[in-house]
Protein backbone atom coordinates (compact mmCIF):
# COMPACT_ATOMS: atom_id res chain seq x y z
CA UNK A 1 0.00 0.00 0.00
CA UNK A 2 1.41 3.14 -1.38
CA UNK A 3 1.94 6.22 1.22
CA UNK A 4 -0.28 8.43 -0.84
CA UNK A 5 -2.98 5.62 -0.55
CA UNK A 6 -2.82 6.17 3.61
CA UNK A 7 -2.88 9.78 3.65
CA UNK A 8 -5.89 10.10 1.65
CA UNK A 9 -7.81 7.14 2.86
CA UNK A 10 -10.20 8.38 5.69
CA UNK A 11 -9.87 6.17 9.16
CA UNK A 12 -13.04 4.28 9.96
CA UNK A 13 -15.71 5.90 12.09
CA UNK A 14 -15.21 3.63 15.44
CA UNK A 15 -18.84 1.99 16.73
CA UNK A 16 -19.96 2.82 19.76
CA UNK A 17 -18.91 -0.66 20.90
CA UNK A 18 -15.21 0.63 20.52
CA UNK A 19 -15.85 4.29 21.72
CA UNK A 20 -17.44 2.54 24.85
CA UNK A 21 -14.31 -0.21 25.17
CA UNK A 22 -11.37 2.37 24.20
CA UNK A 23 -13.13 4.81 27.11
CA UNK A 24 -12.95 1.83 29.28
CA UNK A 25 -9.12 1.14 28.79
CA UNK A 26 -8.76 4.81 29.18
CA UNK A 27 -9.97 4.79 32.78
CA UNK A 28 -7.88 1.52 33.49
CA UNK A 29 -4.68 3.78 32.34
CA UNK A 30 -5.20 6.65 34.58
CA UNK A 31 -4.22 4.95 38.30
CA UNK A 32 -1.57 2.51 37.06
CA UNK A 33 1.26 5.54 36.06
CA UNK A 34 0.45 6.50 39.54
CA UNK A 35 0.65 3.57 41.20
CA UNK A 36 3.41 2.06 39.30
CA UNK A 37 5.27 5.59 37.93
CA UNK A 38 6.01 6.11 34.39
CA UNK A 39 8.85 3.58 33.86
CA UNK A 40 6.42 0.70 35.46
CA UNK A 41 3.64 1.19 33.53
CA UNK A 42 2.74 -1.10 30.29
CA UNK A 43 0.39 -2.52 28.03
CA UNK A 44 0.46 -5.97 29.99
CA UNK A 45 -0.56 -4.42 33.47
CA UNK A 46 -3.40 -2.01 31.55
CA UNK A 47 -4.99 -5.18 29.84
CA UNK A 48 -4.72 -7.05 32.80
CA UNK A 49 -6.73 -4.15 34.74
CA UNK A 50 -9.36 -4.27 32.15
CA UNK A 51 -10.07 -8.44 32.34
CA UNK A 52 -8.86 -8.34 28.34
CA UNK A 53 -5.97 -9.20 26.32
CA UNK A 54 -3.15 -7.39 25.38
CA UNK A 55 -4.07 -7.26 21.64
CA UNK A 56 -7.05 -5.58 22.82
CA UNK A 57 -5.70 -2.79 24.19
CA UNK A 58 -2.66 -2.71 21.11
CA UNK A 59 -5.98 -2.71 18.78
CA UNK A 60 -7.28 0.83 20.12
CA UNK A 61 -3.20 2.34 21.08
CA UNK A 62 -0.76 0.78 19.48
CA UNK A 63 1.89 1.72 21.72
CA UNK A 64 2.55 2.36 25.35
CA UNK A 65 3.21 6.10 24.57
CA UNK A 66 -0.04 6.32 22.57
CA UNK A 67 -1.87 5.16 25.25
CA UNK A 68 -0.32 7.44 27.80
CA UNK A 69 -0.04 10.76 25.44
CA UNK A 70 -4.49 9.96 25.13
CA UNK A 71 -3.97 9.81 29.08
CA UNK A 72 -2.76 13.26 29.21
CA UNK A 73 -5.00 15.06 26.40
CA UNK A 74 -8.60 13.29 27.02
CA UNK A 75 -9.04 15.47 30.00
CA UNK A 76 -7.99 18.67 28.53
CA UNK A 77 -10.09 17.85 25.93
CA UNK A 78 -12.71 17.01 28.41
CA UNK A 79 -11.83 20.22 30.62
CA UNK A 80 -12.24 22.35 27.47
CA UNK A 81 -15.56 21.13 26.17
CA UNK A 82 -16.70 21.44 29.93
CA UNK A 83 -15.24 25.00 29.74
CA UNK A 84 -16.05 26.29 26.69
CA UNK A 85 -20.04 25.21 27.59
CA UNK A 86 -20.04 26.98 30.89
CA UNK A 87 -18.58 30.15 29.64
CA UNK A 88 -20.36 32.44 27.00
CA UNK A 89 -23.53 33.11 29.34
CA UNK A 90 -21.98 35.93 31.18
CA UNK A 91 -22.82 39.73 29.56
CA UNK A 92 -19.03 40.87 29.88
CA UNK A 93 -15.68 39.30 29.15
CA UNK A 94 -14.44 39.52 32.60
CA UNK A 95 -17.57 37.33 33.61
CA UNK A 96 -16.64 34.73 31.24
CA UNK A 97 -13.38 34.78 32.51
CA UNK A 98 -14.09 34.52 35.63
CA UNK A 99 -16.23 31.48 35.12
CA UNK A 100 -13.38 29.95 32.53
CA UNK A 101 -11.19 29.84 35.93
CA UNK A 102 -13.96 28.45 38.40
CA UNK A 103 -14.69 25.74 35.46
CA UNK A 104 -11.09 24.53 35.04
CA UNK A 105 -10.53 24.37 39.25
CA UNK A 106 -13.59 22.64 39.35
CA UNK A 107 -13.04 20.10 37.13
CA UNK A 108 -9.36 19.68 38.90
CA UNK A 109 -11.28 19.42 42.12
CA UNK A 110 -13.46 16.66 40.56
CA UNK A 111 -11.26 14.69 38.85
CA UNK A 112 -8.22 13.98 41.29
CA UNK A 113 -7.31 10.56 39.79
CA UNK A 114 -6.82 12.07 36.26
CA UNK A 115 -4.73 15.35 37.78
CA UNK A 116 -2.52 13.21 38.84
CA UNK A 117 -2.05 10.72 36.14
CA UNK A 118 -1.49 13.72 33.80
CA UNK A 119 1.02 15.40 36.11
CA UNK A 120 2.87 11.80 36.06
CA UNK A 121 2.46 11.15 32.46
CA UNK A 122 3.72 14.79 31.54
CA UNK A 123 6.74 14.67 33.62
CA UNK A 124 8.36 11.74 32.52
CA UNK A 125 7.06 11.55 28.63
CA UNK A 126 9.28 12.76 25.70
CA UNK A 127 7.85 11.85 22.63
CA UNK A 128 10.07 12.51 19.41
CA UNK A 129 7.33 14.67 17.60
CA UNK A 130 7.13 17.04 20.54
CA UNK A 131 4.98 17.51 23.97
CA UNK A 132 2.08 14.48 23.83
CA UNK A 133 -1.45 15.96 22.20
CA UNK A 134 -0.01 19.42 20.84
CA UNK A 135 -1.41 22.82 21.80
CA UNK A 136 -3.81 23.21 24.72
CA UNK A 137 -7.00 24.27 23.70
CA UNK A 138 -7.90 25.16 27.83
CA UNK A 139 -4.95 28.23 26.93
CA UNK A 140 -6.09 29.56 23.57
CA UNK A 141 -9.39 29.55 24.93
CA UNK A 142 -8.12 31.88 27.61
CA UNK A 143 -6.21 34.04 25.12
CA UNK A 144 -9.41 34.37 22.48
CA UNK A 145 -10.98 35.84 25.19
CA UNK A 146 -8.64 38.31 26.93
CA UNK A 147 -7.93 39.42 23.34
CA UNK A 148 -11.92 39.69 23.18
CA UNK A 149 -12.03 41.77 25.81
CA UNK A 150 -9.45 43.94 24.77
CA UNK A 151 -11.02 44.50 21.57
CA UNK A 152 -13.88 45.70 23.34
CA UNK A 153 -12.18 48.02 25.51
CA UNK A 154 -13.83 45.93 28.47
CA UNK A 155 -9.76 44.34 28.98
CA UNK A 156 -6.48 46.64 30.00
CA UNK A 157 -4.38 46.43 27.15
CA UNK A 158 -1.65 44.20 28.01
CA UNK A 159 0.57 41.40 25.79
CA UNK A 160 -3.08 38.77 25.66
CA UNK A 161 -0.54 35.78 25.70
CA UNK A 162 1.52 36.56 28.01
CA UNK A 163 -1.01 37.39 30.39
CA UNK A 164 -2.92 34.37 29.56
CA UNK A 165 0.41 32.63 30.48
CA UNK A 166 0.28 34.54 33.49
CA UNK A 167 -2.94 33.16 34.86
CA UNK A 168 -2.76 29.52 33.17
CA UNK A 169 0.61 29.68 35.75
CA UNK A 170 -1.35 30.13 39.27
CA UNK A 171 -4.04 27.24 37.73
CA UNK A 172 -1.43 24.54 36.77
CA UNK A 173 0.26 25.20 40.28
CA UNK A 174 -3.45 24.52 42.03
CA UNK A 175 -3.46 21.10 40.11
CA UNK A 176 0.05 20.52 41.03
CA UNK A 177 -0.71 20.64 44.67
CA UNK A 178 -4.59 18.49 44.31
CA UNK A 179 -2.40 16.00 42.49
CA UNK A 180 -0.32 15.38 45.81
CA UNK A 181 -2.34 17.11 48.61
CA UNK A 182 -6.23 15.52 49.39
CA UNK A 183 -6.80 18.34 51.92
CA UNK A 184 -5.76 21.09 48.35
CA UNK A 185 -9.12 23.35 47.59
CA UNK A 186 -9.15 24.16 43.87
CA UNK A 187 -12.56 25.98 44.38
CA UNK A 188 -11.32 27.88 46.92
CA UNK A 189 -8.25 28.77 45.02
CA UNK A 190 -9.93 29.70 42.11
CA UNK A 191 -12.19 32.62 44.11
CA UNK A 192 -8.81 34.50 45.26
CA UNK A 193 -7.43 33.99 41.24
CA UNK A 194 -10.74 35.63 39.96
CA UNK A 195 -10.32 38.40 42.09
CA UNK A 196 -6.71 38.99 41.15
CA UNK A 197 -7.86 38.87 37.36
CA UNK A 198 -10.41 40.93 37.66
CA UNK A 199 -8.34 44.07 39.13
CA UNK A 200 -5.77 43.33 36.81
CA UNK A 201 -8.02 43.80 33.48
CA UNK A 202 -10.56 45.85 34.31
CA UNK A 203 -9.92 49.45 32.51
CA UNK A 204 -10.57 52.41 34.85
CA UNK A 205 -12.70 54.16 31.67
CA UNK A 206 -14.05 52.97 28.40
CA UNK A 207 -11.65 53.64 25.43
Not at 73 to 89: I, L, R
Not at 111 to 123: C, L, N, Q, S, Y
Request: hydrophobic share 40%; glycine share 8%.
Amino acid sequence: MSDSHLRTTPSPTPSPGGLARKAQLLDCAVDVPVELGFAGTSVAEVARRAGVSEGVVTYHFPTKEDLLSEVVTSPYHKAGEQVGQATGDSDSVIGELATYIRSNLTFIADHPRHVRAVMEVAANMRPANGPPGGGDPLSAHLQELIERGQATGEAADMDARGLAMTIRAPMDAAAARAACDPTADPRGHAEHLVTIVRRALQTTEPR
